[in-house]
C-alpha cells in the first residue's frame, strides 16, 4: 500500500471524489486489475508558492490537490486552482451550510446544485434529480456502470499491447479492474438521459458525508456539461488506439477538475473530508494510473493555460468549443504533421487484427516507467513524447493465437531529442520485463520513422520492424 491508496492520508481525502468524476469517467478501462509488483511513487512536489490560498490547512490540501491531479506543479497549477476570476460574482457556499451534522440532505444538494451553476456561469436547463444510495446499493450500481463503459473486446487488445511492451503483467485483466476500482472508489455518477445523479451516502436520510458532497459535485458538473451539449460517449476509449478521444476527453475532465477543486477548497473544510468507502485497491501499473488521470491532468493545465493562470469561464468554453484533437496538442506541442508508414509483413500465417493511432501520451506512459519501474524512467519524460509527429500501432495474430505488435512513430524534424533516442533507451531498460514475458523487441530507426516490433519470435520482430 503507498501514500495514495492509504485511507486515512490526508492526501487520500480527496482521491475517492478525484476518481469517481476523473479517472473513472476519462474510462473505466483505465484501471487494471492488481499488478504482481509495486513501483515506487514519486515524492509530493514541494507547495507552489504565489497562491491565492492563505490559509495554511488549505494549503495543504491544494498540495495534496495538485499531487493526486497531476503529480508535479510545472506551471503553478495549485495557484491557478484556487485563484478564481469569477469568485466576486458570486456568494461562496458557506462550509457550515454542506457539513454541518444538523444540515438537511436536501439542503445540502440544494447548495451544491447552486454553486455548481453558478461557477460554471451556465443554469441548468433542468433542476437535477438527486439520488442517495445506500455504501451497499451504490457498490452495486458501480459494478454495473464499469462493465458497461467498458468493451471487454478492446480490453483484451489493449492488454495484449501493453503486455508485450512491458507495461502490465501478461493475463492482466481490464474489466475486472475496472470494477475493483470502481467500487472502491467512484462515490457519484451522472445520468444524462434521466437528468439524474446518483450518490454514494453513509445513511440515506442523513447529511451527506464530505466525500460524497465533492464527488456529488462532480458529477453535477458533468450532468450540467450534458445539459448544454458537451456530454461524453457511454464507452471509454481505448488505451492505446483512440489517441483522438483521449485527448478530446480533456475538454470535459479538464473543467470537471477544476470546479471539483475549487468547491473543496471553498466549501468542504479540509479536516472534515472522510476517508474513501469500501476496500482500497491495489496501486495500479503506471501506464493505466497515467491513463486514468490524462483527461483531468492535460486538461487542467491547458485550461490554467487558456485562463494565463486564471481560468475561469472563458477558458472552458474555448476548451470545450475547440478541444485538442491529438494527446500530443493536448499536452501543448504544435501539430507536426507526420503520416506514420505501415509496419512490416510478419510473414505467411499473420493477421492483422486492430491498428490505430499510438500517441504522445501512451509515450509518456512508457517513458515513465519503463518495464512498469518508475525508478529507471526516462528523464523528462513528457518533453521526450512531445517529438511525437504521428504515430501507429499494428497488432497480428497467428493461427496458434500467438501475437506481435509493431509500432511506426514519426519523429518530428525540430526535436530536440530524437524520437528515436528516446525509443531506444526505453527498449533497453524495458526489455528484462519483455523478455521475462518471453518477447523479444528490435528497433529500427530509418529517417524519422522509428519502429519497434515486439514478437515471440525474433524474426518476426525483425520482419515488423523492417522498413
Known sequence: MTWRDHPHHPRSRFAAALIATAAFALGSSACAA????????????????????????????????ITLVAGRDPIGLGACIGDDPDRAARAATRQSTLISESAHQNTQIAAVVSWVAAARGEPFVAVP??????????????????????DAGTARLDEEVLAALGAVAPGTDLVYGAVELAQARLLADAEPASNTVFVSADDVDRPLAPDSLIALAG??????AAQHGHGLPARAPS???DDGARAARTAADGPTTLLMSRFALEAIEPDAASAA??????????????????GATAGLERLCTLGHGRPGR???DALELDPPRSTAAALGFAAAGGTAPMAGDPGPGWRLVRQGTFGAAALVGLFEAPGD??????????????AWAGGTVHQWHDASGAAAVALVLMSRSDASVPLCSSIRLWSRRAAPRIAAAGGRVVVECP????????ARDARVARALAAA
Open 447 to 454: 529517417g524519422r520513422a522509428v519502429r519497434v516490433a515486439v
Open 219 to 224: 458529477a453535477l458538473v458533468r450532468l450540467l
Open 129 to 150: 434529480r438527486v439520488v442517495a444510495l445506500t455504501r451497499s446499493a451504490y457498490r452495486a450500481r458501480t459494478a454495473q456502470l464499469a462493465r458497461a463503459a467498458v
Open 239 to 241: 488505451l492505446v488506439v
Open 277 to 294: 468507502s469500501g476496500p482500497v485497491p491495489s496501486p495500479l501499473p503506471h501506464y493505466l494510473a497515467r491513463a486514468a488521470l490524462f
Open 34 to 65: 492488481p499488478p504482481r509488483r509495486v513501483a515506487p511513487r514519486p515524492p509530493a512536489p514541494t507547495p507552489t508558492s504565489g497562491t491565492a490560498l492563505d490559509d495554511p490547512a488549505r494549503v495543504a490540501t491544494r498540495d495534496g490537490l
Open 314 to 316: 472563458a477558458a472552458i
Open 373 to 386: 519501474n518508475e525508478s529507471v524512467a526516462l528523464d523528462h519524460a513528457t518533453e521526450r513524447a512531445g
